[in-house]
């Protein structure tokens, strides 16, 4: 019994088949492309052949379901999906395309966060905890829900967004049309942005938060105050998500979280200044558990505890 996991997110395409204990096999993971010019059918053909080489490596096993995390918004459960990290695809219908490509086992897909915080609860960092937020900070920073052992779907699929959160009403513009979102703050290419307008000058032009990180880690001023500003604005959204939901852990994933100590001490600063509450100063905020397979494996979550992370069939 297998699943196919994929991961979809504006900084790479990941795909892997899991088993029910969570284990992975046939991993391969390629950079999102963003080539100029690049329509949604060749991002799809971009995805097929790594679901191809996924399931060759993995000796091509029968599956009980394709189960995919995707950057937001989409409409949910359809799954028409338009992430904002990745202009090629407005609207594209990627449920009816796998099912399509994958007739008769269920096809799941959710916001990418929403499967990290799926991932953590079912075999991560929240593993036996009832109230889990989970948390992508990457190109962009998103989240989900699990309140009382059970993913949260809210309205219209979009409960936990923690990625617009305001944390600062003075802030910089979102790429949602607000200001002082914690995505416009904490997101890499943003601090990137931010970096570059207080002096920093890397070397070469496409230069990523991981970029930042490392000279950051190299002790360079412009770096270290980057990190710093990531970290106190997630340390106050999670404070505000955590007196709203009575949270026990809160796990942060994303190619953003390998910074260590650099983002986590900053974060931990802010939340306890912000989080005054009895209850509130019981939370665990730590690393995804899971690492950057936190997102497969908790959209194989959705078809393996589909009653408890799966709602809408």
Same mark, same amino acid.
């Given at each position: 019994?297998?699943?196919?996991?994929?991961?979809?997110?504006?900084?790479?395409?990941?795909?892997?088949?899991?088993?029910?204990?969570?284990?992975?096999?046939?991993?391969?993971?390629?950079?999102?492309?963003?080539?100029?010019?690049?329509?949604?059918?060749?991002?799809?053909?971009?995805?097929?052949?790594?679901?191809?080489?996924?399931?060759?490596?993995?000796?091509?096993?029968?599956?009980?379901?394709?189960?995919?995390?995707? *950057?937001?918004?989409?409409?949910?459960?359809?799954?028409?999906?338009?992430? &904002?990290?990745?202009? !090629?695809? $407005? +609207?594209? #219908? =990627?449920?009816?395309?796998?099912?399509?490509?994958?007739?008769?086992?269920?096809?799941?897909?959710?916001?990418?966060?929403?499967?990290?915080?799926?991932?953590?609860?079912?075999?991560?960092?929240?593993?036996?905890?009832?109230?889990?937020?989970?948390?992508?900070?990457?190109?962009?920073?998103?989240?989900?829900?699990?309140?009382?052992?059970?993913?949260?779907?809210?309205?219209?699929?979009?409960?936990?967004?923690?990625?617009?959160?305001?944390?600062?009403?003075?802030?910089?513009?979102?790429?949602?049309?607000?200001?002082?979102?914690?995505?416009?703050?904490?997101?890499?290419?943003?601090?990137?942005?931010?970096?570059?307008?207080? *002096?920093?000058?890397?070397?070469?032009?496409?230069?990523?938060?991981?970029? &930042?990180?490392?000279? !950051?880690? $190299? +002790?360079? #001023? =412009?770096?270290?105050?980057?990190?710093?500003?990531?970290?106190?604005?997630?340390?106050?959204?999670?404070?505000?998500?955590?007196?709203?939901?009575?949270?026990?852990?809160?796990?942060?994933?994303?190619?953003?979280?390998?910074?260590?100590?650099?983002?986590?001490?900053?974060?931990?600063?802010?939340?306890?200044?912000?989080?005054?509450?009895?209850?509130?100063?019981?939370?665990?905020?730590?690393?995804?558990?899971?690492?950057?397979?936190?997102?497969?494996?908790?959209?194989?979550?959705?078809?393996?505890?589909?009653?408890?992370?799966?709602?809408?069939?």
């Amino acid at each position: 019994m297998s699943v196919l996991a994929v991961d979809i997110g504006g900084t790479k395409l990941a795909a892997a088949v899991v088993d029910p204990g969570g284990r992975i096999a046939g991993y391969s993971r390629v950079p999102t492309p963003h080539d100029a010019g690049l329509d949604a059918e060749g991002l799809w053909r971009t995805l097929e052949a790594l679901l191809d080489k996924v399931l060759a490596d993995a000796g091509s096993p029968p599956l009980v379901g394709v189960g995919v995390g995707c *950057g937001g918004p989409m409409t949910w459960p359809a799954a028409e999906v338009s992430p &904002l990290n990745i202009p !090629a695809w $407005r +609207g594209f #219908p =990627l449920r009816d395309r796998l099912r399509a490509r994958h007739p008769g086992p269920p096809v799941r897909i959710h916001n990418d966060a929403v499967c990290v915080a799926v991932g953590e609860h079912w075999r991560g960092a929240g593993r036996g905890r009832g109230n889990v937020l989970g948390m992508v900070v990457s190109t962009g920073v998103g989240g989900g829900l699990v309140l009382d052992g059970r993913l949260v779907d809210g309205a219209s699929g979009n409960a936990g967004h923690i990625g617009h959160v305001v944390v600062d009403p003075d802030g910089p513009p979102c790429k949602c049309g607000g200001r002082g979102c914690l995505e416009a703050i904490a997101r890499g290419p943003g601090l990137v942005a931010w970096a570059r307008e207080q *002096g920093w000058r890397p070397e070469g032009r496409d230069v990523t938060g991981v970029e &930042l990180a490392a000279d !950051a880690r $190299r +002790g360079h #001023p =412009l770096a270290v105050a980057a990190m710093r500003r990531a970290g106190r604005a997630l340390g106050i959204a999670i404070a505000s998500a955590t007196h709203l939901c009575d949270l026990e852990v809160a796990a942060i994933g994303g190619g953003l979280s390998q910074a260590g100590a650099l983002l986590f001490d900053p974060l931990e600063e802010a939340f306890r200044t912000h989080a005054r509450m009895e209850f509130a100063r019981q939370v665990q905020v730590v690393p995804a558990e899971l690492g950057q397979t936190a997102g497969l494996i908790g959209a194989a979550a959705l078809i393996y505890g589909g009653d408890r992370y799966w709602s809408a069939d």
